[in-house]
């Protein structure tokens, strides 16, 4: 697609569910980041991905969050058994190259509500 | 660790004003350095970038940020604001592979 597409755009649900949001990159971008911003916290850095893998994944809040990344393209985040400190709106980012962070493209973000 | 800080909050200014966001790094090496803004109900979009050369960089909308090596500061500046800036900025630093954000600054233009 011409951007980075994430789905769902809004989440509610309530507290002990799971939940999962995905990312569509830019086409060809081998490097994926996810964010997650809260109120007056800006950009918290969760994970990133360069291709498939994840070198890094020190930002993922706890052991209820996962990532994985398939063929190189889509993300999906998962939270198991939601708190209300989870609600927050999901970043999900794609770029180019790793070097330097490259230019980071957002998606629009999820909005996750639990209740 | 590589870190950001952007120590104001919120800033207002009238329009037509100049403008200066303020933005400090931490990197232990040469860093590559990012303005994104943030429009109400968009994502966030590349301003400008510094990855070496120039330290003043020129970015979209009439903005400009300066590398300062020796105050591991990058200032996000435009001469006359307009009232569409209204808006929250966010200062960046990237390493080899990550990039961190700061906590952004919100942005309001008054007439």
């Known amino acids: 697609g011409a951007g980075v597409s994430q789905s769902p755009s809004n989440k509610v649900t309530e507290k002990g569910k799971d939940v999962e949001l995905r990312c569509d990159p830019i086409s060809g971008h081998t490097a994926l980041y996810w964010y997650r911003q809260s109120l007056g916290q800006g950009l918290e850095f969760l994970i990133y991905f360069q291709g498939n893998s994840a070198p890094d994944k020190s930002g993922l809040p706890s052991d209820r969050f996962s990532a994985e990344r398939t063929g190189g393209s889509v993300s999906t985040l998962t939270i198991q058994r939601t708190q209300q400190e989870d609600s927050a709106v999901y970043l999900c980012?794609?770029?180019?190259?790793?070097?330097?962070?490259?230019?980071?493209?957002f998606g629009e973000g999820s909005r996750l509500t639990v209740l | 660790a590589q870190s950001v800080t952007q120590p104001d909050i919120h800033i207002t200014v009238s329009e037509g004003a100049s403008l200066e966001l303020r933005c400090n790094y931490s990197?232990?090496?040469?860093?590559?350095l990012f303005w994104y803004v943030q429009s109400p109900g968009q994502g966030l979009q590349l301003l400008l970038k510094y990855f070496s050369g120039d330290t003043l960089v020129q970015g979209i909308k009439g903005f400009e940020a300066e590398f300062k090596r020796s105050q591991s500061s990058f200032n996000l500046r435009k001469p006359s604001v307009h009232w569409s800036d209204a808006a929250e900025y966010f200062c960046a630093v990237g390493g080899y592979q990550k990039v961190t954000f700061g906590i952004g600054t919100k942005l309001q233009v008054i007439p």
């Open positions: 990197y232990g090496a040469t860093p590559y």
């Open positions: 980012a794609s770029s180019l190259t790793m070097i330097g962070g490259g230019e980071l493209f």
